[in-house]
């Protein structure tokens, strides 16, 4: 079944993609770290190693999260943009009055006729 994705939401998805990678990659550094270390004794250097990459891979994450939050941020502001700019020119348009709404009044219609004639 082919399921219709609008082309404006191809970055989330990718962003998204790519926060999970990393987040994913967190995540298997922190359990190959845990088994390799509990049978081999690592030296410094290499933990060094390891500890610069998960915070590589994590920091990625992060600041892939960011712009994520900020593209969602700015649709938001740019919806509500719109919602208040078409609220105002709603506001403003000329609109032609029924004149079947107004009910009429015999008082007044005497009242013009009596002005007219005096």
């Not at 404006?8 to 770290?33: H, P, S």
């Not at 900020?70 to 943009?81: D, G, H, R």
């Given at each position: 079944m082919i399921v219709f994705k609008p082309l404006k939401d191809t970055w989330?998805?990718?962003?998204?993609?790519?926060?999970?990678?990393?987040?994913?990659g967190c995540m298997n550094f922190g359990f190959v770290f845990a088994i390799i270390d509990h049978f081999v004794t690592i030296d410094a250097t290499t933990l060094n190693e390891i500890g610069f990459a998960f915070i590589a891979?994590?920091?990625?994450?992060?600041?892939?999260?960011m712009i994520l939050s900020l593209i969602q941020v700015i649709s938001l502001a740019v919806v509500v943009y719109r919602y208040l700019k078409n609220k105002y020119r709603k506001r403003k348009e000329v609109r032609p009055l029924s004149l079947g709404e107004y009910p009429k009044s015999n008082d007044l219609t005497e009242r013009d006729a009596g002005l007219k004639r005096g």
């Amino acid at each position: 079944m082919i399921v219709f994705k609008p082309l404006k939401d191809t970055w989330t998805r990718r962003l998204t993609l790519i926060v999970e990678i990393f987040a994913f990659g967190c995540m298997n550094f922190g359990f190959v770290f845990a088994i390799i270390d509990h049978f081999v004794t690592i030296d410094a250097t290499t933990l060094n190693e390891i500890g610069f990459a998960f915070i590589a891979f994590s920091l990625c994450s992060t600041f892939t999260g960011m712009i994520l939050s900020l593209i969602q941020v700015i649709s938001l502001a740019v919806v509500v943009y719109r919602y208040l700019k078409n609220k105002y020119r709603k506001r403003k348009e000329v609109r032609p009055l029924s004149l079947g709404e107004y009910p009429k009044s015999n008082d007044l219609t005497e009242r013009d006729a009596g002005l007219k004639r005096g």
